[in-house]
């Protein structure tokens, strides 16, 4: 199945999706930051395009506004892939809301069985939250979804109800579909089941809509007439010789995966530029940052170990974007960029104006790549992906911490 219009509702969600769509279907995926409109040109024949509409920290009129209006340039027979979060954070009700108001059935589906993320019961969370022993700070508590839905038109299914899913959507009123998940085959089957009726919207997990990618593959589409202008110039990723990593996410794992890579690669220099916002604190940070790129080391930005009310602070938010920024003046595109978190990575993109990437292989299943007009790699992922070596697995030791 292959999707008229393709929504995440944050950055590391749209190129997540995208690496699942490349690696199904083996399409070209750009994705672009901004919200499209009844000007946007459709994609041309040869490449899917995945939109970053940032709405996951927004509240839920903006994002019924947002969802509404995008909806009301779409054709209301074509397929629409929302991408959400795999622990429902955001407003999700409100883009529901939107979907059902414009006259679409729902097929929602959150689930995420490789990192544990399932639902049972009608209660979606860590699979951990299902058993008496769990001990994990880090999962999230069940959300239900019978109270999502509460005054809408809801129907929630087990693992043995999937047939029921064509004639629910194929009914007259527009519904919310939710389901039991708890296993990788579930998304297959729950795909094979949603892809009977490919006018609904499907909205959830990068893996679900991954699945919905391996069903029957539709021939591509006759070019359009006036396609999407790339503005991207290099054919591919460029050979990555150093890693520039900002990490605005308050997730415990991302700093365990940074003292990893500094316990291999010694000369790995992690700078804290929230430690002061003032001009010349801000200019040693740079400073720190772009010795270390020139040397071929790694360079990590990221709060104080102060907790996380810290990096809820806008203040230090703006001063880890400004020292990336500066740290990449000049820097060639054999600097590689990591964002973890969506919030920071949409950030620093916007603060770089790259606003359309292309994505590429990723040899690092939680990580996705892209790549801007000058090849530079931006890898990203949500802060809360990937074990304690993920970045081991991504990089190289460095030709410094080898010499």
Not at 124 to 140: E, L, V
Not at 338 to 360: I, M
């Amino acid at each position: 199945m292959r999707p008229a219009h393709v929504w995440a509702d944050d950055l590391t969600g749209a190129a997540e999706f995208a690496r699942l769509w490349q690696s199904g279907t083996g399409r070209d995926v750009h994705v672009r930051l901004g919200r499209p409109d009844p000007t946007t040109p459709a994609a041309s024949a040869d490449e899917d395009t995945v939109w970053d509409l940032d709405l996951r920290h927004h509240d839920d009129a903006e994002a019924l506004r947002v969802v509404t209006t995008a909806l009301a340039a779409t054709d209301s027979a074509a397929t629409v892939f929302l991408k959400l979060d795999s622990r429902l954070r955001g407003p999700v009700r409100a883009y529901v809301s939107a979907v059902l108001q414009a006259g679409r059935p729902v097929l929602l589906c959150p689930a995420n069985p490789a990192m544990g993320r399932l639902t049972v019961a009608g209660r979606h969370g860590d699979a951990g939250t299902y058993t008496s022993a769990q001990t994990d700070t880090d999962n999230f508590s069940p959300v239900s979804l019978t109270e999502l839905g509460s005054g809408l038109a809801h129907r929630h299914l087990g693992r043995t109800d999937y047939d029921l899913i064509p004639p629910l959507l194929s009914r007259g009123d527009p519904i919310l579909l939710t389901v039991d998940i708890s296993t990788a085959a579930d998304l297959d089957r729950l795909a094979a089941a949603g892809a009977r009726h490919p006018h609904a919207t499907f909205a959830g997990s990068a893996p679900f809509l991954g699945a919905l990618a391996r069903t029957v593959r539709d021939p591509a589409p006759e070019a359009s007439e006036a396609p999407v202008r790339s503005a991207l110039v290099a054919t591919g990723p460029a050979p990555v010789r150093a890693l520039l990593a900002v990490l605005g996410t308050s997730e415990h794992i991302s700093r365990v995966q940074v003292d990893a890579l500094a316990a291999r690669d010694k000369l790995t220099q992690i700078v804290l530029p929230a430690e002061g916002t003032d001009p010349d604190a801000m200019a040693v940070a740079v400073r720190r940052a772009r010795a270390g790129l020139a040397r071929g080391e790694h360079v990590i930005l990221t709060f104080p170990v102060t907790g996380a009310a810290t990096q809820r602070e806008r203040a230090g938010m703006d001063a880890l974007v400004s020292a990336c920024a500066g740290a990449l003046t000049g820097a060639p595109p054999d600097v590689a960029l990591l964002l973890s978190g969506g919030h920071t990575a949409r950030l620093v993109l916007e603060r770089l104006d790259l606003r359309d990437l292309r994505s590429a292989p990723s040899a690092v299943t939680p990580v996705a790549r892209l790549y801007a007009p000058d090849g530079r790699t931006i890898w990203t992922k949500p802060g809360s992906y990937g074990g304690a070596g993920i970045l081991l697995d991504l990089l190289q030791p460095t030709a410094a911490s080898l010499a």
